[in-house]
């Protein structure tokens, strides 16, 4: 595996900003489902993927999730092209037979119902990286979130599911309006170590 170049190290890491402010035409239905297609690719445990997108295009639905955010991301959901609730199921056992065939009773892996919660939490976290990377990989800008009231959005959008919220983040093609100045970041010693 080759080493990627600095443009794009730019373009996924170094240069990428979170965005605040949008340029708000519409994304094809075609880049949501490409997009999809780079992040299922992601590893998660016992190739699990827990995660579920729902992507929230229209004004009606937008407005349904703003209502349920907090402070200022209400305004950033509606200008938006496209705002994403990245979900976790807990039912993702019931898919392993298809996920994981060499192992046929991987789904009774899962039994005990704190363990599945965090596994599904913690590998849809994981998807949910996958899927900004991915975004960034085909040219868009992201906006992740968590102020928003989980319980509401799982009433008001996964209604009759196992799925519950883990976080959203608006999608499409940034602007500059309310973009901070870079904050600094740890420095290697500061935030891990080589034993």
Known sequence: MAKLDDATLAQLFTE????????????????LRELYALTKFGPTAANGSPARFYFVTSAEAK????????????PKIMQAPCTVIIGYDLDFPQTLPKLFPHAPGAKDWFNDPVAKEWCALRNSSLQGGYFMIGARALGLDVGPMSG????????????GTNIKSNF?????????????PRNPRLDFDEAAKIL
């Open 16 to 31: 990428a900003r979170s965005h605040n402010g949008w340029n708000p035409e519409p994304l094809p239905e075609s880049v």
């Open 63 to 74: 407005e349904r999730l703003a209502k349920l955010s907090s402070g200022s991301n209400g």
């Open 148 to 159: 928003f009231d989980n319980a509401a959005v799982d009433a008001e959008f996964f209604a």
């Open 168 to 180: 959203i983040v608006s999608i499409g093609h940034g602007t500059d309006e309310g973009l901070f």
